[in-house]
């Protein structure tokens, strides 16, 4: 197991680790997974989903002919996003940090327990809120049948 620095970095990855790799390469840095849950549906995409809870990281994998890391989710309140340690930022702080790296793309929604999402469809990057509090930041790719990641 390898030492990942907590960076998100939308569209890219999370530290060392970039969208498109494999599990392998994943668990290379992150060891073994405290759990794993393997979701089909079906027309046969397959998502597998890795959860390092002690690190407070999801890592979820897609693909059909070739599952490679699509999405991470994060609650750990150490992570930084272009420098800055968001879980110390509050939604507006977080939306000006975007708009300043080049995502304008804003869309906002408020789910049936109170959790408030702050989407940048640009980055691909969602963050959700409770009572104000930012709780965790899930940011991916989209990944096509061949494991491949595909333009947005």
Known sequence: MNKLTLEIKPKI???????????????TYLG??????????????NTVILNYSNQ???AFFEGVEKSVLSCI??????????????????????????KENGFNEIETGVDEDGEKR???????????FIDDELVAVNWG???????????I
Do not use: C, P
Not at 32 to 45: G, L, S, V, Y
Not at 141 to 150: A, F, K, P, Y
């Open 141 to 151: 790719v989209l990944i096509n049948d061949q494991g491949e990641i595909e333009e």
């Open 73 to 98: 989710e994060t609650e750990n309140e150490n992570v930084s996003l272009f420098g800055k340690m968001i879980f110390e930022m509050n939604e507006a702080e977080i939306t000006e940090l975007m």
């Open 32 to 45: 073994e997974a405290e759990e794993m849950e393997d979701i089909e549906d079906d027309d046969e995409f």
């Open 118 to 128: 702050l989407s940048f469809d640009d980055a691909m990057t969602d963050f959700f």
């Open 56 to 58: 407070g990281i999801l």
């Open 13 to 27: 990855g999370f530290g060392e680790l970039n969208f498109g790799e494999t599990s392998e390469n994943i668990i």
